[in-house]
């Protein structure tokens, strides 16, 4: 539709006139088109249900590396989702490879931070590998679950009945003659209002800038082999700090050439080479 929209435009007016007059045929010649597209769109779907379903097929009959390289072609085809995460990392974790089922469980838990199924199988894994337990309490889940927008337009709203109640004192004896509801009552409903109003603006104000502090926070998972070693500058003969398990979550801090400053759940800080980290938020370092 929006091609013959777009060549309609760009021909002389007589072509305009005549392709309006002729409206049927125009729209018989349009019809192969649509029916193409719509069997372009089908078979699409259907061969992302065959890649699924191939890939279900492998989990099932035990091809775990199979079933994960199936689903990270449908991850980078479709784009990240909780539900293919979360199959993913369950064939990582199945498949032998704890970094990458854990870096999968964390991203499944990041976009549905609700979802106990996936804390569940994320706890498992974790302490199969002897790390600590790292489960979302109910704040954070809460904090994880706000959408921004939605707060901010609810903000809005409050701030303009504010500036409304505000008004209306300024203009309470015309208010009331016009609307014909008593002084004393419209006087009580604006009270109520900035009395309300602001400290519920306020608080909201407060929980969005702590979302958009927790929400920002760029955090990896250790996926080198075994452990990945802590240096204690950003080059290759730098003495070495420690070492940070595989599938350790870590908060990234700063980026230097090839490594990265992170911290891990300890607090424990140190230099690490970027190749070792995986970004739970693709692309974000």
């Avoid at 089908?42 to 775990?64: E, I, P, V």
Wanted: aromatic residues 10%.
């Amino acid at each position: 539709m929006m091609f013959f929209s777009t060549c309609t435009r760009n021909q002389a007016p007589t072509k305009i006139r005549r392709d309006r007059r002729d409206g049927p045929a125009l729209g018989q010649r349009r019809l192969p088109l649509l029916a193409m597209l719509c069997l372009a769109l089908c078979f699409t779907f259907a061969r992302g249900d065959d890649d699924l379903a191939a890939a279900n097929q492998a989990y099932a009959s035990g091809s775990y590396d199979e079933a994960a390289g199936l689903f990270q072609k449908i991850v980078d085809q479709r784009g990240f989702s909780s539900a293919l995460c979360f199959d993913l990392a369950n064939a990582e974790a199945r498949a032998g490879h704890p970094g990458l089922a854990l870096l999968n469980y964390e991203r499944a838990r990041y976009l549905a931070p609700a979802d106990t199924e996936i804390d569940h199988n994320l706890q498992l894994e974790r302490k199969k590998l002897g790390l600590k337990p790292n489960s979302y309490r109910w704040w954070e889940i809460m904090l994880r679950s706000i959408d921004w927008s939605v707060w901010m337009g609810c903000i809005a709203a409050g701030l303009v009945l504010i500036f409304l109640a505000i008004l209306g004192f300024s203009y309470l004896p015309a208010l009331s003659a016009r609307t014909r509801i008593p002084a004393p009552v419209l006087r009580t409903v604006f009270r109520l209002v900035l009395f309300i109003g602001i400290p519920l603006c306020l608080l909201l104000g407060f929980i969005e800038l702590s979302t958009l502090g927790f929400n920002q926070r760029i955090d990896g998972v250790i996926v080198a082999s075994k452990a990945a070693t802590v240096l204690v500058s950003p080059i290759d003969i730098s003495d070495r700090r420690g070492v940070i398990a595989e599938g350790e979550l870590v908060t990234v801090e700063d980026k230097h050439n090839d490594y990265l400053w992170v911290a891990d759940r300890d607090n424990e800080f140190g230099w690490v080479k970027a190749s070792d980290v995986a970004p739970v938020i693709a692309g974000s370092f």
